[in-house]
């Protein structure tokens, strides 16, 4: 069964920094893409950052471009989030999500993805 744990969440002032984590269990990890979404308060949810199979690709979206950075360890199943600059608008539940197996390439899209964590909350105060 696959699991896909997030964690690292929490409240911060804007400007500041977090990292969240995804450990996944379950999947051959290496054999897919990844990617975070986030869901705020009466919003849908949002694409925010992408990564190959390998790591050596990635794919923000626009609004934390420059901010926010995807990474992953295949070693120890985990895909990262490492946020900086944080500003309210942020605050939000954010997701981990799994392509299919053999799916590598990084994407936007929610549809893409097969397999979703329960989800972590940023809270970014003002």
């Known amino acids: 069964q696959v699991h896909l744990v997030e964690s690292g969440g929490g409240l911060v002032q804007a400007g500041g920094s977090l990292t969240l984590s995804c450990a996944a269990s379950?999947?051959?990890?290496?054999?897919?893409?990844m990617g975070w979404f986030r869901q705020a308060p009466g919003k849908e949810r949002e694409f925010v950052a992408s990564?190959?199979?390998?790591?050596?690709?990635?794919f923000n979206a626009d609004s934390v471009k420059g901010r926010f950075t995807i990474s992953r360890d295949n070693a120890k199943n985990t895909v990262y989030l490492q946020m900086n600059s944080l500003k309210f608008e942020d605050t939000a539940v954010y997701y981990c999500?799994?392509?299919?197996?053999?799916?590598?390439?990084?994407?936007?899209?929610?549809?893409?993805?097969?397999?979703w964590g329960q989800g972590t909350q940023v809270t970014v105060s003002s």
């Open positions: 379950g999947l051959t990890f290496s054999g897919r893409a």
């Open positions: 990564v190959n199979w390998s790591g050596d690709t990635t």
């Open positions: 999500a799994a392509r299919e197996l053999g799916y590598r390439t990084a994407q936007p899209l929610s549809l893409s993805y097969a397999y």
